[in-house]
């Protein structure tokens, strides 16, 4: 093993690592930095305080975004597949973080989508061993996954309602009444029927207002639609998951211990590594 290899893997046993005590010391580190830069991007956006301070939260954004560069460097550098790393979740979270930075540089504004910076706090799952609720959340994405095709009618079955409401209303109450024009009337009907309400556009005419009222509550009807696709779906999932097996039963070949968990590399009770058959 040449020089090189060892030195991408003590850097990949740091960066990526989260079981060694540097690792886990780098990914505290690595959080506070992202929490510290979001914070200070968010108090940029407040008038009183860019105005006395805007140039030092400047100069600091761009020595986050420097170190933040770095350990990007440094994670293509070790990593063994790079590929992988550059197409994965984490990947272009990495990159995404660091890129408005350098796009500031011709469009100012752009430097405000740093905020995205803040996934990559989701690295606590990982920090703090909560990794099995991860778990939960591929359960609700795989749930949302299945529900596509029945949301996607759902939605268009709205949208279908949005615009024929809409329509009514532009033919009904007229720009007299500030429904200029359907995209109008139709702004109308969406914040209606989602029972926003804004009030910045209301019905006066009395078949207007009728209108508007079947509006409404068709409105608390839809809410209940999307909760039952999910949920049943949900349901479905769990289902599934009780009739799938929770432990293996590998034995150790220290304390001869069985039924651990899937994703269990280590004993639960010695310590001692084991083998998955």
Same mark, same amino acid.
């Given at each position: 093993?040449?020089?090189?290899?060892?030195?991408?893997?003590?850097?990949?046993?740091?960066?990526? /690592?989260?079981?060694?005590?540097? #690792?886990?010391? %780098?990914?505290?580190?690595?959080?506070?930095?992202?929490?510290?830069?979001?914070?200070?991007?968010?108090?940029?956006?407040?008038?009183?305080?860019?105005?006395?301070? #805007?140039?030092?939260?400047?100069?600091?954004?761009?020595?986050?975004?420097?170190?933040?560069?770095?350990?990007?460097?440094?994670?293509?550098?070790?990593? *063994?597949?790079?590929?992988?790393?550059?197409?994965?979740?984490?990947?272009?979270?990495? =990159?995404?973080?660091?890129? *408005?930075?350098?796009?500031?540089?011709?469009?100012?504004?752009a430097v405000y989508l740093i905020v995205i910076r803040i996934m990559r706090v989701l690295r606590v799952f990982r920090i703090l061993k909560l990794?099995?609720?991860?778990?939960?959340?591929?359960? =609700?994405?795989?749930?949302? =996954?299945?529900?596509?095709?029945?949301?996607?009618?759902?939605? %268009?079955?709205?949208?279908?309602?949005?615009?024929?409401? /809409?329509? =009514?209303?532009?033919?009904?109450?007229?720009?007299?009444?500030?429904?200029?024009?359907?995209?109008?009337?139709?702004?109308?009907?969406?914040?209606?029927?989602?029972?926003?309400?804004?009030?910045?556009?209301?019905?006066?005419?009395?078949?207007?207002?009728?209108?508007?009222?079947?509006?409404?509550?068709? /409105?608390?009807?839809?809410?209940?639609? *999307?909760?039952?696709?999910?949920?049943?779906?949900?349901?479905?999932?769990?289902?599934?998951?009780?009739k799938t097996p929770k432990t293996h039963s590998s034995e150790c070949s220290s304390c001869k211990a069985t039924e651990h968990d899937l994703d269990?590399?280590?004993?639960?009770?010695?310590?001692?590594?084991?083998?998955?058959?």
């Amino acid at each position: 093993m040449n020089s090189q290899s060892v030195v991408q893997k003590k850097i990949y046993e740091v960066i990526f /690592g989260y079981e060694s005590k540097a #690792g886990r010391w %780098f990914d505290i580190l690595l959080m506070l930095l992202i929490i510290i830069s979001v914070s200070a991007v968010l108090l940029d956006s407040i008038a009183s305080v860019h105005a006395h301070y #805007g140039e030092l939260l400047y100069q600091f954004e761009l020595i986050f975004t420097l170190l933040f560069t770095v350990e990007y460097v440094l994670r293509l550098y070790s990593t *063994p597949d790079k590929r992988a790393y550059i197409l994965s979740f984490y990947g272009v979270v990495d =990159l995404l973080s660091i890129l *408005p930075t350098y796009i500031a540089l011709f469009y100012p504004s752009a430097v405000y989508l740093i905020v995205i910076r803040i996934m990559r706090v989701l690295r606590v799952f990982r920090i703090l061993k909560l990794i099995r609720y991860m778990g939960e959340a591929n359960m =609700l994405y795989a749930a949302l =996954l299945l529900a596509r095709r029945k949301i996607f009618v759902f939605l %268009f079955s709205v949208v279908t309602l949005i615009i024929i409401f /809409g329509t =009514l209303m532009f033919i009904i109450e007229g720009g007299e009444n500030g429904f200029d024009s359907i995209p109008e009337s139709i702004y109308w009907a969406i914040v209606t029927i989602t029972t926003v309400g804004y009030g910045d556009v209301a019905p006066q005419t009395p078949l207007g207002q009728f209108i508007a009222a079947i509006a409404m509550i068709c /409105g608390y009807a839809i809410i209940a639609v *999307p909760t039952g696709i999910i949920g049943a779906e949900l349901m479905q999932q769990v289902q599934d998951r009780e009739k799938t097996p929770k432990t293996h039963s590998s034995e150790c070949s220290s304390c001869k211990a069985t039924e651990h968990d899937l994703d269990a590399r280590h004993c639960k009770y010695c310590g001692n590594q084991i083998q998955q058959k």
